[in-house]
């Protein structure tokens, strides 16, 4: 005879919790599956914190893509807004040499150069936010079109050449740390922070969830699909221009080459993490653990020695696959 009081206690739900936690065993595997061909090199401290800091810029991205995602939007310029934000810092953090782009310009300090980048990287989006909100651009096209022209307007800028001999104190960005953890890092944390508030506490977030579940329920109830669209598109802009700084301090140097295919690993984090673009669905945590994948996967790749041109196939077929799987989700 069974007893009540054991019946009635909560069974563990194996399934929920798989559904739930899924894309985080999905990383558990790939570390464990890459801890075995690698023999153990790929678990070595100095391994990880290089997989922590490559993640970093990605992660940031990412995270503005969620945005556009959510809304069935898209952002195909973040790569080039890197490189387009990247060589204006620079240009703004050398130090006194032969080679400054700006000989007559004083010395100032690194908040000028990082302010200074934020503030095209916003601009850059903005203007997309513009193209998408009030002249009805898909976003895809209008993207598509900033990609083109933010690269070119980088090597205007630069002539083609990389902005190096930056300040110490900008290059602390991408290649310092603090205690022990790497400054991209920290900066990532803190900024996923922020984006878990303004997604899920404030009124925007919202609305952004609101316009991707159902445009036109979104309009009748009062909320402002343009005004919503503008402020992503600034939003991902201005992240993308903080990962921009961070790359270019992680190397040293800003260069107009930066950030290529950038918004392929961007959009692969944000997918596989389960932002669907279906519209409506997508957290910060998913993003995080998918740019983690991403680390890891091309970290993994390259102790390999998959050649890059091998890489960005398995990038697209992993892209191909989640939305695959997203889809079969949704029916």
Do not use: C
């Amino acid at each position: 005879m069974s007893d009540p009081a054991v019946d009635s206690k909560p069974k563990f739900d194996t399934t929920g919790f798989i559904k739930t936690y899924a894309i985080l065993l999905i990383l558990i595997a790939f570390m464990v599956i890459l801890a075995i061909i690698t023999q153990g090199t790929f678990l070595q401290p100095r391994n990880l914190i290089n997989v922590v800091v490559q993640v970093a810029p990605i992660g940031i991205i990412a995270l503005g893509m969620m945005f556009a995602i959510i809304t069935k939007g898209i952002d195909l310029s973040v790569g080039s807004t890197v490189a387009l934000v990247a060589v204006v810092s620079a240009s703004l953090a050398q130090v006194q040499s032969d080679s400054m782009m700006f000989p007559g310009l004083p010395p100032m300090p690194v908040f000028v150069a990082v302010i200074a980048g934020l503030l095209v990287g916003a601009a850059v989006g903005a203007v997309v936010g513009s193209l998408v909100a009030y002249f009805h651009i898909p976003p895809f096209v209008a993207t598509l079109g900033m990609m083109t022209a933010a690269r070119g307007l980088a090597n205007i800028y630069t002539g083609g050449r990389p902005v190096s001999n930056l300040a110490d104190g900008f290059n602390w960005m991408g290649q310092g740390d603090v205690f022990g953890i790497p400054v991209p890092m920290i900066i990532f944390i803190i900024i996923a922070a922020i984006i878990w508030v303004v997604l899920n506490r404030t009124r925007f977030g919202r609305h952004v969830y609101a316009i991707g579940g159902n445009d036109q329920a979104a309009r009748v109830s009062g909320i402002s699909i343009g005004r919503v669209q503008f402020l992503i598109y600034t939003l991902i802009g201005l992240l993308a221009g903080l990962a921009g700084m961070i790359l270019a301090a992680r190397i040293g140097s800003g260069q107009p080459t930066l950030g290529v295919m950038l918004e392929l690993d961007a959009i692969t984090a944000a997918v596989i993490g389960g932002t669907s673009f279906n519209g409506g669905v997508g957290t910060v945590w998913g993003v995080v653990v998918g740019a983690l994948i991403i680390g890891v996967i091309n970290n993994g790749l390259d102790l390999m020695n998959v050649s890059p041109f091998m890489q960005m196939v398995v990038k697209g077929a992993i892209i191909v696959i989640a939305i695959i799987i997203d889809e079969r989700k949704n029916r």
